[in-house]
C-alpha cells in the first residue's frame, strides 16, 4: 500500500518491563487490520549471539522460528497477534551484530580502517533494521528496541535510531517511546516525572519521541496528558494510555480506543480506516464467556517463572477459546513430583502436560507424573523431553526395561531407548547446533494425530539433541506404544500414541510455537477437548452413582 516502507521504533524508559512486545504486536495488528503489511523484529543489546544457550530463568522461554532461529519469546507474541512467521530476520542481538562486523574486519572489508562503533557497529544495526522493509514484503517495519533508555548496551542501537530517522526522514521514521506513570498509593496521585526524565535521558541521545505510551495503573485525566505532552515535547492526541488489562489480547482494542493507530498512520503520511477486527474480537468473546473449565497440570522444573513456558501457556489460551472453555494450568514443579505424593499431586486433573527441558534435574518426577497418568486414563500430552519422559517410563515399566534411559541423564545405560542423534555426536559448540527448525513428519492413518490435523504430513518445529532410539521401535511398538509420526527423511521417530489410553500423545517438536489466535494448534485443541471429555464422563458416572 505504500511506495515506501515505514519504520516505527519502539523504546523504553524507566524499566524494560512494561510489555514493549505487547504495544508493539498490538500496534501491527491494528495495522495489518487496516490492509497494512506489517513486520515487527526486537533488538535484544545483551552480548550472546541468541537466547539458545541461556537459562529460561534469565530470560524465558527460547522461541524458535520455522528456518531455525533460537530467538526472543516477544517473536512468539508477533506470530500469535499477526498469525505471520518471523525469522532469523526478526531478531538481532549485540552479540550477533558484534560477530558480524568482527568477521568483516577479520576478512579485510574495512580496508585497513580503525573499527569502531560508529560508524561500524551503528551502519550493522542500521543494515540490520532494514532487511525487512527491503525486502519489499512490507509497508511498515516495527523494531522494537530491548532493554532500557540510557543503559549503556542499548546506546549503539539508540545511536542507530538517530542516524534512521535523519536518513529516511520524519515521515518515514518514527519514535514511540514507552514509559511509566507510577501511582503513588500514599500521595494518592499519578506521578509524571519519570516518564520526563526518561524522555529527557532520550533526547539527550538526540532521539526526541513522537509518541508516549504511557503505562499506568489508572487513568490518565486531560491535565496530566496535557502535563505531559508539553514537558515532553510530544502532542496531546500523541499521549497515550496504556492501562492493566485483564489479557494481553485485550491491548489491540485498548490501544483503538486511544486512537494509536491513527496517531501513528498521520506522523506517517498514510491513511487511517477503522479496522477489521472480526475475527480478533470473536476469540476475545470466547475467551471472556467460557461454558465450562478444565484444570491441567504442566510439569516441568521452571515452573516459578510463567515466562518460562510462554507459548505453552498461551497455546493453552487459544485452545480453551476454541473449545468455549477456560483452562486453568496448575504449574506442578517436576523436582517436588515423587511415587508417594504423585496421586496427591495429580488425581484431580483433567489433563497433564509433561514440558520440555534439558539435563536431568526433576526428570525421575516427570516419569512419575507419565507413569500416573499413563496408568489412572488421564489425558497425557508430551511435548520434547515430554515425550522422552513417556518412553523412557513404558520402557520401564510396561517392557520391564528397568535401566531404561535417555543418554543424555545416563550416558552408560544398558538400555538407551532415547539417545543422541548421530550427526550431534561430534558436536563440540552447544549454540545453534541442535536439531531446529521446521521438520517434516509423516503421520499414520487412523492415530490420534492424523485425525488432530486431518492430513498425513505436517511441518513442525525442533528443539533437541536427543531422539527416539529406533533400535528399540518393534520391541515398543509390541507392547502398545505407537509411533505414528515419522520424519520421511531420516525414520526417526516424531510422535507415539497409545492407542488403548484415553488420550495419550507425545511429539518431539514443539506444537506451542505455532499456536495463533487465528490458529489455535490442532494438537492442543484436541488434548483440551480430550481433558473436557473426561471431566464430563467422571461427573456423569458421579451423578449415576
Not at 271 to 296: M, Y
Not at 418 to 424: A, K, P, R
Not at 426 to 454: F, N, P
Request: charged share 25%; net charge negative.
Amino acid at each position: 500500500m505504500t511506495t515506501t516502507t515505514k519504520y516505527i521504533f519502539v523504546t523504553g524508559g524507566v524499566t524494560s518491563s512494561l510489555g514493549k512486545g505487547i504495544i508493539a504486536a498490538s500496534l501491527a495488528k491494528l495495522l495489518q487490520a487496516q490492509g497494512y503489511k506489517t513486520a515487527i523484529q526486537k533488538l535484544d543489546p545483551y552480548i550472546n549471539v541468541d537466547p539458545g544457550t541461556m537459562n529460561p530463568y534469565e530470560h524465558g522461554e527460547c522461541y524458535v522460528t520455522d528456518d531455525g532461529a533460537e530467538t526472543d519469546l516477544d517473536l512468539g507474541h508477533y506470530e500469535r497477534f499477526l498469525n505471520v512467521p518471523t525469522s532469523q530476520s526478526n531478531n538481532v542481538t549485540t552479540g550477533r551484530i558484534y560477530q558480524s562486523v568482527i568477521d568483516k574486519e577479520r576478512r579485510g572489508e574495512f580496508l585497513g580502517k580503525t573499527v569502531q562503533v560508529i560508524p561500524h557497529i551503528t551502519d550493522e544495526i542500521k543494515n540490520r533494521v532494514q532487511l525487512l522493509g527491503k525486502s519489499g514484503d512490507y509497508d511498515i517495519v516495527i523494531t522494537e528496541i530491548g532493554g532500557t533508555v540510557g543503559d549503556i548496551e542499548s546506546l549503539p542501537y539508540i545511536e542507530a535510531v538517530r542516524q534512521l530517522k535523519w536518513d529516511l526522514g520524519e515521515q518515514n521514521a518514527i519514535v514511540i517511546h514507552l514509559t511509566l506513570v507510577p501511582f503513588l498509593s500514599a500521595a494518592g496521585e499519578l506521578k509524571t516525572k519519570p516518564t520526563q526524565h526518561s524522555v529527557k535521558t532520550l533526547m539527550e541521545s538526540g532521539v526526541m519521541a513522537d509518541i508516549l505510551v504511557c503505562r499506568t495503573e489508572h487513568e490518565l485525566p486531560m491535565d496530566l496528558r496535557r502535563k505531559l505532552a508539553l514537558f515532553c515535547n510530544v502532542r496531546e492526541e500523541a499521549v497515550i494510555q496504556s492501562i492493566d488489562a485483564s489479557t494481553i489480547y485485550d491491548v489491540p482494542n485498548l490501544m483503538l480506543e486511544q486512537g494509536l493507530d491513527k496517531v501513528v498512520l498521520k506522523k506517517l503520511g498514510l491513511q487511517s480506516d477503522a479496522p477489521d477486527l472480526t475475527q480478533w474480537n470473536q476469540f476475545l468473546k470466547r475467551l471472556k464467556n467460557p461454558k465450562s473449565e478444565v484444570t491441567i497440570g504442566l510439569i516441568g522444573k521452571y515452573v516459578e517463572l510463567q515466562d518460562s513456558y510462554k507459548s505453552i501457556l498461551e497455546a493453552f489460551i487459544h485452545a480453551g477459546a476454541e473449545n468455549e472453555v477456560k483452562v486453568n494450568v496448575q504449574p506442578i514443579h517436576s523436582e517436588h513430583l515423587t511415587i508417594e505424593n504423585a496421586a496427591a499431586e495429580l488425581a484431580h486433573l483433567d489433563g497433564v502436560l509433561v514440558a520440555p527441558g534439558f539435563g536431568e534435574r526433576g526428570v525421575d518426577g516427570k516419569i512419575e507424573a507419565v507413569k500416573f497418568v499413563r496408568e489412572n486414563n488421564i489425558p497425557f500430552l508430551g511435548i520434547c523431553l515430554g515425550m522422552q519422559m513417556a518412553v523412557i517410563e513404558y520402557a520401564r515399566n510396561v517392557l520391564g526395561l528397568k535401566n531404561a534411559n535417555s543418554t543424555e541423564m545416563n550416558p552408560h545405560t544398558s538400555d538407551p531407548v532415547i539417545d543422541l542423534m548421530e550427526s550431534q555426536k561430534e558436536v563440540t559448540e552447544k549454540g545453534g547446533t541442535m536439531r531446529l527448525g521446521a521438520w517434516a513428519c509423516h503421520l499414520k492413518k487412523g492415530s490420534i494425530a492424523h485425525d488432530v490435523y486431518q492430513t498425513t504430513e505436517i511441518f513442525e518445529r525442533h528443539r533437541h539433541r536427543y531422539e527416539f532410539n529406533n533400535a528399540y521401535k518393534k520391541q515398543i511398538e509390541g507392547a502398545g506404544m505407537i509411533a505414528t509420526g515419522l520424519n520421511p527423511d531420516t525414520g526417526l521417530v516424531e510422535i507415539v500414541e497409545i492407542p488403548s489410553h484415553n488420550w495419550f500423545v507425545g511429539v518431539q517438536y514443539h506444537p506451542e510455537y505455532k499456536s495463533t489466535v487465528a490458529n489455535p494448534h490442532p494438537l492442543f485443541v484436541a488434548f483440551v477437548k480430550a481433558a473436557v471429555n473426561v471431566k464430563k464422563d467422571k461427573k456423569d458416572k458421579t451423578v449415576s452413582v
